[in-house]
């Protein structure tokens, strides 16, 4: 039987991804990525990946917040009770992803401003084309 391969073009990754280690639950991070960068991320639904070597649905914690000219924030969890996100990256606790609109963001700004908060431990500009495991981030 033959396999199929599905590759993802450099168009589909065109977000901004950081990730932050700390040791608070989800719901502290939020209010503090909140506070820091002025926006109001909100709890959405679970985030959904199947784990194809254990065929099982992993979840992780999801927070999403649009401005009003389309930029999209969201927060992924990197870990779940039986998996991991992102495992080349596990040490990261979460993931900060911004979807550019209509304004144009600069990471170094947010990654200063998030490294400005006692909650957070550290900081990292990532790079999504660079990551083995970078479709389970599209959603």
């Known amino acids: 039987m033959s396999k199929t391969v ?5 168009e589909e990754f065109d977000f901004l991804l950081i990730g932050i280690v700390s040791t608070f639950r989800d719901f502290r991070i939020c209010r503090e990525v909140n506070k820091s960068l ?3 991320l909100v709890r959405g639904d679970d985030y959904s990946i199947l ?15 649009v401005t009003e000219y389309e930029d999209q924030y969201c927060i992924i969890g990197n870990r779940s009770e039986n998996g991991v996100l992102i495992p ?12 550019p609109g209509a304004t144009p963001i600069e990471i170094n700004n947010i990654s200063a401003d998030l490294k400005k908060s006692h909650l957070i431990q550290a900081v990292f500009n990532i790079d999504p084309n660079e990551l083995r495991s970078r479709q389970n981030l599209l959603f």
């Open 38 to 40: 002025s926006i109001s």
């Open 51 to 65: 784990d194809t070597k254990r065929n099982e649905e992993l979840t992780f914690p999801f927070f999403d917040y």
């Open 88 to 99: 080349e990256r596990k040490q990261i606790d979460y993931f900060l992803v911004i979807k």
């Open 6 to 10: 599905m590759k993802y073009g450099e």
